[in-house]
T-cell receptor, first 114, second 109 residues
Framework: DVKVTQSSRYLVKRTGEKVFLECVQDMDHENMFWYRQDPGLGLRLIYFSYDVKMKEKGDIPEGYSVSREKKERFSLILESASTNQTSMYLC?????????????FGAGTRLSVL | SQQGEEDPQALSIQEGENATMNCSYKTSINNLQWYRQNSGRGLVHLILIRSNEREKHSGRLRVTLDTSKKSSSLLITASRAADTASYFCATDGGSRLTFGEGTQLTVNP
């Protein structure tokens, strides 16, 4: 079974802090994704990566950056956390075609920015 | 705007009843997927239906796709309390997989 592991289930940070959310997948998938999920807004794509060191902006990249130095690891970085970034963050991976392949999700990180 | 939109937003039924959720989308697709999310957890893939398929089954799940109406439905038969979750459709009509806002299903024991 594919396993996508997010480093933290719950995280509390202060405004202005630099925040790292880590995601690791164990199935040699090409694509990795970061979403945020807010009530009434569904899942919104922040960034995705289709290869090591390659990244593409999603629908809401402002205030975020990503890093993919190794195939299995995809990090989401909040350079200076703000209260409006309080949300549930979901990482996902898929095999090869980002638009059509099944996505496998981690358990999510609930981030609170105070 | 979201490619896929689920309807209803919330559904509450009794155990043993069937649950039907609908998804409408705007542009042509290659496939449509349904996912489930238990409260506070990640999404889990349920079923994928290709644009040239009209119906697909998996256990107690039945998915239909009507490309002329740009809509899909997910039917869960003989529901159980453990089916309580949010259900999302995802479409590939754009440059990436796009998720709807989900239907919250509550199955009462």
């Amino acid at each position: 079974d594919v396993k996508v592991t997010q480093s933290s289930r719950y995280l509390v940070k202060r405004t202005g802090e630099k925040v790292f959310l880590e995601c690791v997948q164990d199935m040699d998938h090409e694509n990795m994704f970061w979403y945020r999920q807010d009530p009434g807004l569904g899942l919104r794509l922040i960034y995705f990566s289709y290869d090591v060191k390659m990244k593409e902006k999603g629908d809401i990249p402002e205030g975020y950056s990503v890093s993919r130095e190794k195939k299995e690891r995809f990090s989401l970085i909040l350079e200076s956390a703000s209260t409006n970034q309080t949300s549930m963050y979901l990482c996902a991976s898929s095999l090869s075609v980002p638009t059509t392949d099944i996505q496998y999700f981690g358990a999510g990180t609930r981030l609170s920015v105070l | 705007s979201q490619q896929g939109e689920e309807d209803p937003q919330a559904l509450s039924i009794q155990e043993g009843e069937n649950a039907t959720m609908n998804c409408s989308y705007k542009t042509s697709i290659n496939n449509l997927q349904w996912y489930r999310q238990n409260s506070g957890r990640g999404l889990v893939h349920l079923i994928l239906i290709r644009s040239n398929e009209r119906e697909k089954h998996s256990g107690r799940l039945r998915v239909t796709l009507d490309t002329s109406k740009k809509s899909s439905s997910l039917l869960i038969t003989a529901s159980r309390a453990a089916d309580t979750a949010s259900y999302f459709c995802a479409t590939d009509g754009g440059s990436r997989l796009t998720f709807g806002e989900g239907t919250q299903l509550t199955v009462n024991p």
